[in-house]
């Protein structure tokens, strides 16, 4: 008996591999990003990602392994630019032409009427300046663009690569409330960034990147896991407590640079109990987690990542 049909996910990575002038740029990159899912493709400039996002759109032929869109290489679709939307940076329109002028001719190709450019000039807040010619945007008007272009056959699946870059702090809230609107609806989008904080509060699942290859694949719930917060404990006898800790089964606890118990794997009400049970004074405790930023740090080795300023043409 066969259980119940369950689609393919929306990409798929397997065994992806890429060489420029004999240096490795990516080798054996593997992940799924799942149906209905916000996922971040994370990493430091130089680890891959944006060469990974070309293979996964067939623009970079892989020299091994195979990416699918919808089970399947994206120019087996009918009409791509109805599956997949991408945005790969915010050049894509002449600049002497205009946004509705640029979006008008692009929508013949994938099938969609003038309206549905009416439509996603104003879901991207360009239409009042949809008259103006794209070369006197600024940046992130250029990026808003980007966005339309890649709405503009109201696709299954959006491949975004850096579309924070240039926006002000509004306009971040902008694309995540519509990044995650997109989710809800059932459609995916794929993000890479190298800014740990854009990412933190939009996606639900992760592929953290470093040198070229995968460090991590998976929920922020399994990541989190790998992770799990410390409780810190001010003790006048640490060394007491680390015992009586042990003696209830729970050996994570060492004796921090500042003094301080830092126990993993049990909360404060827990340890607290202990401390009491066994007779310890504890004068201070509380719980820390690990946020996104620091476990990107400590996967990747990256240094503390800073805000994107305009392109320099350094491949990512």
Known sequence: MTGPYRPPPALAARGLSKAFAGIDAVRDVSFVVPTGSVTGLLGPNGSGKSTTLRMLLGL??????????????????DVPGRVVGAVLDGRGAHPR????????????????????VEEVLALVGLHDVAHRRTGTYSLGMRQRLALATALLGDPAVLVLDEPANGLDPQGIVWLRDVLTARARSGRTVLVSSHLVRELEQTVDHLVIMSAGRVAFHGSLA????????????????????????????????ILGADGRLV??????DGVASVARTAGVPVFGIETATTDLERIFLSMTGAPPPVPAGPSTGVRR
Do not use: F, I, K, N
């Open 222 to 253: 399994e990541l989190g896991a790998l992770h799990p917060p410390r409780t810190l404990v001010a003790s006048a006898d640490p060394a007491a407590l680390a015992l009586a800790l042990a003696a209830a089964g729970h050996t994570d606890a």
């Open 263 to 268: 126990v993993t794997g049990m909360g404060a």
């Open 60 to 77: 970079v032929h892989p020299d091994a392994g195979e990416a699918d869109v919808a089970g399947r290489p994206l120019a087996a679709h």
């Open 97 to 116: 032409r205009t946004a509705r002028a640029h979006l008008r001719c692009l929508a013949p190709v994938v099938g969609v009427s003038d309206a549905r």
